[in-house]
């Protein structure tokens, strides 16, 4: 029997914190009807004391969805929590994110603040949230360099507080995927009630870390995950969406599984994508322009024999439409012949041998052989 993984998206949250990529209401209700779609269990809405716009779109997103629970972010202060809780007032499932640095770095330098003191403010917001909303997830900002002490105590603290939610974030993408691990396995050993909250992994890709780092994280016993559709987010971003749900798919073995709808993920990626003006990379796992596409003769040739030669996972799973045999002057035969054939031409070896050196020429020059120039390179 699997184990479930919450999928907590934050896209119009700390996604749309990327300069350039805000949304005004119409376009978030948008964007999260898709996430309900995509099957996700939480969307984080926005931060509601941040923006009139923001507090709004929140409002409008708890009545435009009605699976997915709708989250609000909070610093851990009074006029944070009660604009969140006001925004989050036509929510079926309404959660308060909130929070406070745990690291001593933003104790000392934002907050220039105590361990103490940080620990009273995280209890009396949690307990100020939940005299609003049952679900309250509490973030320990910078947990990834927090004293390891400190955040089990602090832990401990806003279990017993009334968290239902732990989120122990990676804020700036510092840890490598064995301390995530070893971290998080310290927490499960040592903080008495954590079984009583669920524990959540929020990595940012400040090293190219935050899906590793999230899978290391589920391990050792985290069960939800903060993700973004394209892993965008702060700074490098945030861990990928579809990263994170096609990696427990394809390695079923791990024994965790989602709610995500597979199939929904390319048409999800392309949205945001647009809305946000934000161009996925092409390179990018599962839903970059060439996560499909063969392009040495090699692969092609292999490829086409059979598909699992060189793909994981089907295009069509995860809404791609199907895979890509570009043409360029490392294609093969293969490749060359597989191409003619879906344009209706036929050629023997001796043909097709002679159309190859003449293809190489053209595509010395041209860098990518399109079907017109293949046209024209029959005549
Ligand atoms: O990266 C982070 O620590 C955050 C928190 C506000 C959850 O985005
Ligand atoms: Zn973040």
């Known amino acids: 029997m699997s184990q479930k993984i919450q999928v907590f998206d934050t896209t119009l949250r700390d996604g749309e914190q990327v300069p350039g990529c805000q949304l005004n209401t119409e376009e978030k209700v948008t964007v999260a009807k898709e996430l309900e779609k995509l099957g996700v269990d939480i969307i984080e809405a926005g931060f509601p004391i941040s923006s009139p716009g923001d507090f709004r779109s929140v409002e409008a997103i708890c009545k435009?969805?009605?699976?997915?629970?709708?989250?609000?972010?909070?610093?851990?202060?009074?006029?944070?929590?009660d604009a969140a809780a006001a925004a989050l007032?036509?929510?079926?499932?309404?959660?308060?994110?909130t929070g406070i640095g745990s690291s001593d770095t933003h104790i000392h330098y934002k907050f220039n603040s105590t361990r103490e003191k940080i620990l009273e403010q995280g209890v009396w917001a949690v307990e100020y949230a939940k005299s609003f909303v049952e679900d309250v997830e509490f973030f320990a900002e910078d947990a990834g360099r927090a004293d390891l002490v400190f955040l089990a105590q602090l832990t401990e603290a806003v279990i017993n507080a009334g968290a239902t939610v732990v989120n122990l974030p990676d804020t700036t993408g510092y840890l490598l995927p064995h301390q995530m691990f070893?971290?998080?396995?310290?927490?499960?050993?040592?903080?008495?009630?954590?079984?009583?909250a669920?524990?959540?992994?929020?990595?940012?890709?400040?090293?190219?870390?935050a899906t590793a780092n999230t899978i290391a994280g589920i391990q050792a016993g985290a069960r939800q995950v903060e993700v973004t559709i394209n892993g965008i987010g702060e700074r490098a971003g945030n861990t990928s969406l579809e990263e994170v749900a096609m990696i427990l798919n394809v390695h079923k073995d791990l024994g965790f599984e989602t709610g995500?709808?597979?199939?929904?993920?390319?048409?999800t990626s392309t949205l945001v994508s647009n809305m946000m003006g934000m161009t996925v990379q092409a390179n990018k796992a599962i839903v970059g322009a060439n996560a499909f596409a063969h392009s040495s003769g090699i692969h092609q040739?292999?490829?086409l024999k059979h598909s699992e030669n060189y793909e994981?996972?089907?295009?069509?799973?995860v809404g791609v439409p199907s895979s890509a045999i570009v043409l360029t002057s490392r294609s093969g035969r293969a490749a060359l012949r597989h191409r003619l054939n879906l344009?209706?031409?036929?050629?023997?070896?001796?043909?097709?041998?002679?159309?190859?050196?003449?293809?190489?020429?053209?595509?010395?020059?041209?860098?990518?052989?399109q079907d017109e120039d293949l046209k024209e390179l029959v005549g």
């Open 64 to 81: 435009a969805v009605t699976e997915p629970t709708v989250c609000a972010l909070t610093r851990a202060k009074k006029e944070d929590i």
């Open 89 to 97: 007032k036509f929510a079926k499932r309404p959660r308060i994110h």
């Open 182 to 196: 070893q971290r998080i396995n310290y927490l499960f050993e040592n903080v008495p009630n954590i079984h009583k």
């Open 198 to 209: 669920t524990i959540s992994m929020h990595n940012h890709n400040d090293l190219g870390l």
């Open 260 to 267: 995500i709808n597979p199939q929904y993920l390319y048409p």
């Open 301 to 303: 040739d292999g490829f």
């Open 312 to 317: 994981i996972m089907k295009p069509e799973d």
């Open 343 to 369: 344009l209706g031409f036929e050629f023997e070896k001796p043909e097709l041998d002679k159309l190859y050196t003449r293809f190489l020429l053209m595509a010395d020059e041209r860098k990518m052989i």
